[in-house]
């Protein structure tokens, strides 16, 4: 499982210089941590900026603090092997499926 550990507003985040979500490079805007992986071992150790570590406090505090996420784009139109071929293999959406568990999240 994958634990995704935010910290707002922590100390150790004024030494990162970018967003581990979004990607600014505005320093300034960089005030919280993220942890990714198994807890006291993370795989992504990083520094969020406001903004994105506002989302994710938003979505915990708004559907639970266990959580299992998964993240895909629907598909608006079905392609033209899915209509013709039978058998055919699974469709992008499902190959893209993302899964993150948000299990610990500490303010
Ligand atoms: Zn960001």
């Known amino acids: ?3 995704v550990r935010l910290q707002r507003h922590a100390p150790e985040a004024y030494n990162a210089t970018k967003c ?3 990607g600014t490079t505005d320093a300034k805007q960089v005030t ?3 942890q990714v992986g198994q807890p006291g071992t993370p ?3 990083e520094g969020v900026c406001e903004k994105c570590g506002a989302v994710i406090d938003h979505v915990v ?7 299992t996420m ?3 784009d629907a598909q ?5 092997k899915e209509i013709t071929i039978p058998g055919a293999q699974p469709h992008k959406a499902a190959r893209d499926l993302n899964t993150v568990s948000v299990a610990t999240l500490s303010m």
Do not use: F, N, P, Q
């Not at 608006?76 to 033209?80: R, V």
């Open 76 to 80: 608006h139109e079905a392609s033209e």
């Open 43 to 45: 795989i992504h150790d």
């Open 32 to 34: 919280d941590h993220i």
């Open 1 to 3: 499982m994958t634990v």
């Open 20 to 22: 581990a979500v979004c």
């Open 70 to 72: 998964m993240v895909e």
């Open 61 to 67: 505090d708004k559907y639970g603090r266990d959580l």
